[in-house]
């Protein structure tokens, strides 16, 4: 399969490897082939794993794949820039991690010179888990995409032929994925300061492999409507001694505030006892917030 790759960073060449190892015929073109300083450096890169360094019209016209994997903020731009190029023969993958409004923009974009559009959004760090990261993609081709990506290494599954639904879900596991993070990055710096760091890191790491977190994470939201207002009150000192370390809340403030709105809308009213499904207090959210 002749397949173009759009974007030679971290992704673009992990995936490459993979693609060629399957024996993919394998174009390649970055911004970086344009750098007076860079342009060698990406050239032998590109040629490293067997593929061949391209410019952007040669890549889209002759791949029958074109994947773009650039950086978020130019994602449109390289889709506008690519569309006079691609024919019904080819299809576009964008890989980029954009809003769900973007991704529909992207597509129209290639649409408008009759390139055939699929939106993959890929769910973790290809950095860790290479090219066992699981990929997920919408479009009325993407049934197709993901079978024939599948077989050519990559760990890709068709989702839905709606696109933007790819990128929704994407964006919200981002709350999770991000949010842990620098919750994690708030808590340490904190404890940094208060001289316990590795102590709380012991901790919550005892904690989280304790049980598995299905269970864990299912315990929390059923506990939520009936112990909030506890967890509200209790935040509330956790930001006082954050304060008392000289550190500004950031996340902390935020699920303060997420507890005080669970408080204002009277859930304690609708929950006396512990509920047996958490899809009963994500309705009873969702409906008053």
């Known amino acids: 399969m002749k397949i173009g790759i759009i974007g030679y960073g971290e992704v673009g060449y992990t995936f490459s490897k993979a693609l060629k190892e399957k024996g993919s015929d394998l174009r390649v073109y970055d911004i970086l082939l344009e750098s007076p300083i860079h342009a060698k450096e990406i050239c032998n890169k590109i040629i490293e794993v067997g593929a061949v360094p391209s410019g952007l019209e040669e890549l889209c016209r002759e791949s029958s794949y074109v994947l773009s994997m650039v950086v978020t903020q130019v994602a ?22 954009t809003s769900p409004a973007i991704k529909q923009k992207i597509k129209d974009a ?6 055939k559009f699929v939106e993959a959004a890929i769910l973790g760090a ?14 009325e081709k993407a049934p197709e995409v993901a079978y024939n990506l599948r077989e050519l290494g990559l760990n890709v599954q068709y989702y839905s032929k709606t696109v933007g639904q790819a990128s929704m879900f994407k964006m919200l596991r981002s709350i999770f994925s991000k949010g842990i993070e620098i919750l994690l990055l708030e808590m340490l710096v904190a404890g940094k300061r208060a001289g316990i760091e ?6 919550v790491s005892e904690f989280m492999n304790s049980k598995p977190f299905e269970e ?18 209790e935040m509330v000192q956790v930001e006082e001694t954050l304060a008392e370390l000289g ?18 809308m009277d859930m304690e ?20 917030i």
């Open 76 to 97: 449109l731009k390289v889709a506008e820039t690519c569309s006079p190029f691609l024919s019904k023969e080819n299809i576009y993958i964008d890989f980029n991690s």
């Open 110 to 115: 290639i649409e408008a010179n009759n390139g």
């Open 126 to 139: 290809v950095g860790t888990s290479g090219i066992r990261t699981r990929i997920l993609t919408t479009g």
């Open 198 to 203: 590795q102590d709380l890191w012991n901790d």
């Open 216 to 233: 864990i994470a299912n315990n929390w939201v059923l506990s939520h409507a009936i112990a909030h207002v506890r967890r509200y009150h």
């Open 247 to 264: 550190i500004n809340p950031t996340v902390t403030n935020g699920i303060t505030r997420y507890f005080k709105k669970s408080l204002e």
């Open 269 to 288: 009213k609708r929950f006396q006892v512990k509920p047996d499904k958490i899809i009963e207090v994500i309705e009873y959210i969702e409906k008053n």
